[in-house]
């Protein structure tokens, strides 16, 4: 009788495992860093709270601190913080000079991918992604998709604030080889990009029911509140966009958004007009990842819009 019953539970957990979306994150974490993002945080921390996932591993990239191997130590503490030290952490690119170099996140990748197909949700720069899919074509197919924290429309550049900031793409700007990588892989990309998100914010409203709730959900509170100050002075908004959360949220509330399915994509160079000029150029004009019906491009992808307006909300309230 023991041997049945636990031979039940091992296959209800099984069956839990697989009935979840497998996805991996690849991203550069910096939360608890001073005066750095901590939409990584938020990320992660949807990845563990939803039961709908099922995070497989995650790997880190240049970007927001330049170490990625710092950036392993943090992940872990957000990993250990709701104990699931369980799972795989991997060190990836320095720098765009990496690309198409053997590092631990390029090999984590791909023996995942050689295990079951698998969402990637590329929150930072894509040399992890394009040394993967450069380095083993066979394996585009394996990646359900591909979300991306970037791109923009055509017609449309996104400004943020009562200080009309037009963001640079750091995404796409720190490493254009590889996002050309990606794009002629013809792997199945979904872009989400600030355009979809300047009224999907964190506010004091959402920290303080993190700040009643569990002691994992205080500590994020806690790292956010002066990111939150640095919002309401520039770009001037009551808070702020937790860029990747919404890689994460898109697979568990794809309800929410609303995506163009099939729209012509390609780098394009266009004229800048990003606030900072943080482009990787110089000059008046500068690449872009871009979407538009009216572009000529023998590539295809998703880009989503807009998200509803109650999906933060939605999103906090799930943790709770």
């Known amino acids: 009788m023991k041997a049945f019953i636990f031979l039940m539970i091992v296959l209800v957990q099984a069956f839990s495992c697989y009935s979840k979306e497998a996805i991996w994150i690849d991203y550069d974490v910096a939360v608890g860093k001073i005066i750095r993002d901590v939409d990584d945080g938020f990320a992660l921390f949807h990845a563990l709270e939803s039961k709908k996932l099922n995070l497989v591993g995650v790997s880190t990239i240049f970007g927001n601190i330049k170490n990625p191997e710092k950036m392993v130590k943090i992940t872990k503490r957000l990993l250990e913080l709701h104990d699931r030290l369980d799972i795989p952490v991997y060190r990836g690119a320095y720098s765009a000079q990496d690309l198409g170099v053997m590092t631990p996140a390029v090999l984590g990748l791909i ?58 793409d750091a995404n796409i700007d720190g490493d254009f080889e590889s996002v050309r990588k990606v794009i002629e892989s013809n792997v199945k990309l979904r872009m989400i990009p600030t355009e979809s998100m300047k009224k999907s914010i964190i506010t004091r409203k959402h920290l303080k029911k993190l700040n009643k709730s569990f002691k994992r959900h205080r500590w994020l509170a806690r790292k956010s509140v002066v990111w939150k100050k640095i919002w309401q002075i520039y770009p001037r908004m009551k808070g702020f966009i937790p860029w990747d959360l919404f890689l994460v949220s898109y697979i568990t509330h794809p309800e929410d958004f609303s995506c163009f399915e099939g729209i012509p994509t390609d780098l394009v160079k266009l004229k800048n007009d990003t606030t900072f000029n943080r482009s990787g150029e110089n000059g008046a004009y500068k690449y872009f990842l871009t979407a538009s019906f009216s572009l000529v491009s023998n590539f295809r992808a998703s880009y989503c819009y807009d998200i509803r307006p109650t999906h933060v909300d939605e999103i906090i309230n799930s943790w709770l």
């Open 111 to 168: 023996e995942a991918l050689e295990k079951q197909p698998l969402t990637v949700l590329a929150m930072g720069r894509l040399t992890n992604v394009a040394s993967v899919v450069s380095l083993r074509p066979d394996l585009v197919s394996n990646i359900k998709e591909l979300l991306v924290m970037g791109g923009r429309q055509k017609e449309y550049n996104s400004a943020v604030g009562k200080s009309e900031v037009v963001f640079w």
